[in-house]
């Protein structure tokens, strides 16, 4: 699924930290953690209730 994600454009923040991940698992701060740094980006309207469960 990785594979189809789009890569962030040049003016995007990237830069995601603090307050925003304290409200997830150790698990799932790593797994953002990564796709962050891989530069992909995930647009929140293709997020549903069912990708945080």
């Known amino acids: 699924m990785v ?7 040049e003016k995007q923040n990237r830069n995601i ?3 925003f991940f304290a ?3 150790g698990q ?3 797994a953002m ?4 740094e891989k ?4 647009p929140q309207e ?3 209730i069912t ?3």
């Open 23 to 25: 409200y997830f698992s």
């Open 3 to 9: 594979e189809r994600l789009a890569k962030t454009k």
């Open 17 to 19: 930290s603090g307050t």
């Open 51 to 53: 990708d945080f469960v």
């Open 39 to 42: 530069e992909y980006y995930i």
């Open 28 to 30: 799932t701060v790593q």
């Open 33 to 36: 953690k990564q796709l962050l």
């Open 46 to 48: 293709i997020l549903n």
